[in-house]
C-alpha cells in the first residue's frame, strides 16, 4: 500500500438553541441518519466559517481572494506597479491578462451597462461571470506581467509564451486557503486545483426536532392610544451536540502549495503552517447564522486528532443509532462513550497503519476510556503538536 499522510480531526461540540445554516425556507438545515432527523450544518457553511477564520491566523499574502470582481483587484495592483495605468485602462490590461491566463471572459455584466447608460453614468468595471479564487501572489504575477504588455496588451497576449506564462502564473503558488479548498475553473479545467481538505456535513448525534420562536416587536415612537406590535414574526431554531469530521490530505496540500514564500525554508514549513491553520480554524470557527439572534458561541467539548498513513476514517457511525439522553439529560457524555468505545473497535478490526493520536477534551463529561491517544491541555499545544508531527514526518520522506 502507498504510504500516504492523512490528517483526520474529529469534534464533539454542543449548539445551544440556534440556526447556524438555514435552508430556503429558513428552517435549520437536517438531514435523515439511523432512520431519524437529526440537525445539520453543510460542509459549504463550515468550511466558509474557516476560510474566515485563517484572517486572524494567516498573513493576507498567504490567502486568497474569491470574486467576481477579480478585474477591478488586479487593476488595482497594476497601478500600484506602474502609476501611469490608471481607471478604464488598467481594467482593459486586467480583463485581458486574466483572460489569457484562466480562458474566462471578463466584460462588464450587461445589466450594469444598461442601467449606466440609463442613468448617463461611467461604464461599470469589467467582471467575471462566476466567482474566481486567485491567491495573493497569483494576482501580483499577472500585475507585473500585465505592466510588461501594457503598452499593447493585446498583441502581448496573444504571443505564445506570454500565454504560457499567464497560465503558469495562475497555476502555480497557491494560497493556503486555495490549496486546502481547492478551485474550479469553469473555462479552464487545466488550472483547476483539487481540495486537499474533506468537511463533512455536520450531524446531531440524537434526534432534532425543529422549533419556532414567535416574536413581536413594539414601535418605540407608539402611544398609549397605540396598543400592540409594530411587527410580528417567527424563527425555526434548534439545539445540538455535533459530530463534526474533517479530513486533511497533507500529500496533496504539499503539492498544491508548492515552495514557500522563502526559497531557503525546508519545503515542510508551508506545509506545517497550513496543517496548523486548517486545524485552528476548523476547530475553533463557527458559522454565523442567526448569530445575533442567538449567541451561540461555543467551542467543542472533546476534539480527536489522528495522523494516518492510509485513507481517511470518519467515526460517524459511532452515532448510526441515535444517542439518548440518560435520566439526568444531556447528549454529550453519552455520545463521548459512544465514540470512546467505537474508535479501538474500528482500529483493532481495520488496524492503526502508524497512527498518531492527540485528544482535546473539556471535564469529567469526557472522561470514560479517554485513553484514545495523548492528551494535550490546549489548543495551542494540540496545534502545534500536530503540526510538528507532519513536518516531522514529510522531512524524513526527504
Known amino acids: 500500500m502507498t504510504d500516504r499522510l492523512i490528517l483526520d480531526v474529529h469534534v464533539l461540540q454542543n449548539v445551544p438553541p440556534s440556526n447556524l445554516n438555514r435552508d430556503d425556507t429558513g428552517a435549520p438545515k437536517s438531514a435523515v441518519y439511523g432512520g431519524v432527523t437529526r440537525a445539520r450544518v453543510s460542509s459549504q457553511a463550515w468550511k466558509r466559517a474557516t476560510r474566515r477564520y485563517f484572517d486572524g491566523l494567516l498573513d493576507p499574502s498567504e490567502l486568497g481572494v474569491r470574486t467576481k470582481r477579480v478585474a477591478e483587484l488586479l487593476a488595482e495592483r497594476i497601478t500600484e506597479l506602474d502609476g501611469s495605468i490608471q481607471g478604464a485602462e488598467a481594467w482593459a490590461v486586467a480583463a485581458e491578462v486574466l483572460y489569457t491566463a484562466t480562458g474566462s471572459k471578463i466584460e462588464p455584466p450587461k445589466r450594469k451597462v444598461d442601467a449606466a447608460k440609463k442613468n448617463g453614468t461611467a461604464e461599470p468595471a469589467p467582471e467575471s461571470s462566476y466567482l474566481m479564487f486567485l491567491s495573493s501572489r497569483q494576482f501580483d504575477g499577472l500585475a507585473r506581467l500585465g505592466v510588461e504588455g501594457a503598452p499593447d496588451i493585446k498583441a502581448f497576449c496573444k504571443d505564445k509564451d506570454n500565454k504560457a506564462r499567464a497560465k503558469l502564473i495562475a497555476d502555480t503558488r497557491h494560497s493556503v486557503d486555495i490549496a486546502l479548498f481547492g478551485r474550479m475553473v ?60 474533517a479530513a486533511l490530505d497533507v500529500d496533496l496540500l504539499a503539492r498544491n502549495l508548492g515552495k514557500g514564500l522563502d526559497e531557503d525554508e525546508s519545503p515542510a514549513t508551508p506545509v506545517r503552517r497550513a496543517v496548523e491553520a486548517f486545524l485552528d480554524g476548523f476547530v475553533s470557527s463557527l458559522p454565523t447564522g442567526k448569530i445575533n439572534t442567538f449567541g451561540n458561541h461555543t467551542l467543542p467539548d472533546a476534539v480527536v486528532v489522528k495522523l494516518r498513513s492510509s485513507r481517511p476514517v470518519s467515526f460517524v457511525s459511532a452515532f448510526e443509532k441515535p444517542v439518548v439522553a440518560d435520566e439526568f439529560g444531556g447528549h454529550l457524555e453519552p455520545a463521548w462513550a459512544r465514540l470512546a468505545d467505537y474508535i479501538p473497535r474500528v482500529e483493532r478490526a481495520y488496524g492503526d497503519e502508524a497512527t498518531e493520536t492527540w485528544v482535546l477534551r473539556l471535564g469529567p463529561l469526557t472522561e470514560k476510556d479517554s485513553a484514545l491517544g495523548s492528551e494535550v491541555p490546549s489548543l495551542r499545544q494540540l496545534v502545534e503538536t500536530a503540526g510538528a508531527a507532519v513536518s516531522a514526518r514529510l522531512e524524513r520522506r526527504g
Open 186 to 245: 469553469a473555462d479552464s479545467a487545466d488550472i483547476n486545483v483539487d481540495a486537499a481538505a474533506q468537511v463533512a456535513h455536520a450531524l446531531s448525534v440524537h434526534r432534532v426536532e425543529n422549533e419556532s420562536d414567535y416574536f413581536t416587536a413594539v414601535d418605540d415612537r407608539n402611544s398609549q392610544a397605540e396598543p400592540g406590535a409594530g411587527m410580528i414574526g417567527a424563527v425555526d431554531f434548534n439545539s445540538a451536540t455535533l459530530y463534526r469530521y
